[in-house]
């Protein structure tokens, strides 16, 4: 594509961790065979040219494409030295391909070195500008379309799309970290998952949490309305240690599913962070399927080592799916080697 062009067929811009790009590529060739690598922008962010449109390749990421974490539909690209009125009829072309009736923000990454240079600046209130002319009400930071821009010392790759199809409502999938409090930066984690795969979530019960220590899940099932069983060797940090709504078992996860059950015993959600191998985490999990009511909800992060990372993941969801039916499976923005997996028990 020629620099201030419009893109010519399927282009995308594609975000992964840095160290998982590899994987995420091969992601995008399993969902479009026809997919053609091009552009490395940055660490962990890269061009593809695809056969397939941006709704039926975000459809099948969806559904196997756990290491890609976002991307959009390339539509423009700019240099740093086009003149302004170039940069203004982009921006008239992507705002017009907006709903109006729709909530829309300009979601804009600097992934160049050093601070936002000039051009940057001057490119993101020509676009804001488009984005206030064109009626579209202000969709704030997780909208349901946006201007997409990636901008790095070499120029800028835009376009316009529903937040769906580029499989996160942030900007390049980074979702916000969790608010001042939080016991630990694992509860950012369990509230992406909950934003990300959009399933049902139960308004009160019971919910069994392995691998609970020192309760950053615990705490975001306990303001969610839930009492909480707590699985983990290890202590609980407070206000959970002593929390009326939380029953603490000092003991690992298969031991706690040696425990004879009681009658009525099952809980709602089943939500898992344990630090233990990806199949063997599995496999606690398989165990302890019983006690998670049917068709209930199960959240889950695997483990990963650095090398074989997609046969890891397979031979866990091998053993998840005799007990569940896998919902959703993502590298998530707060997972760092690891994937999140939603499950509904069968």
Partial sequence: MAPGAAA?????????????????????????????LGQSVA???????????????SERLQRRGPFVRHLFSVHYRVSPGFAPAVWADAGKALAGRLDPAL?????????????????VMDLRRTLDTALQQCGAPPGGPAPP???????????????????WHNLSPWSGGAAPTSRVGAVSRAASKLLEALRMFDLPWPQSGRALDLGAAPGGWTGVLVERGLSVVAVDP???????????????HRETAEAYAQRPRAPGDSVQLLVNDMRLEAAYSARCMAMLSGRLQSGGLAVMTLKLHEVRRRRQVREAVRILESEYTVAGCRQLYHNRSEVTLALMRH
């Fill in 103 to 119: 909530g829309a923000g300009l979601q804009l990454r600097w992934v160049g070195q050093g601070p936002l240079p000039p051009w």
């Fill in 8 to 36: 010519a067929g399927a282009e995308f811009l594609v975000t992964a961790r840095p160290e998982s790009w590899e994987l995420a590529w091969e992601d995008v060739r399993a969902a479009d065979g026809g997919a053609r």
């Fill in 43 to 57: 660490p962990g962010v890269f061009l593809v040219a695809a056969t397939l449109d941006a709704a039926a390749l």
């Fill in 145 to 163: 379309q946006a201007i997409s821009v990636v901008a790095s010392e070499a120029g800028a790759w835009m376009g316009t799309s529903p937040t």
């Fill in 234 to 248: 290890a202590a609980l940090a407070e206000p959970w240690a002593h929390h009326p709504h939380v029953a603490h």
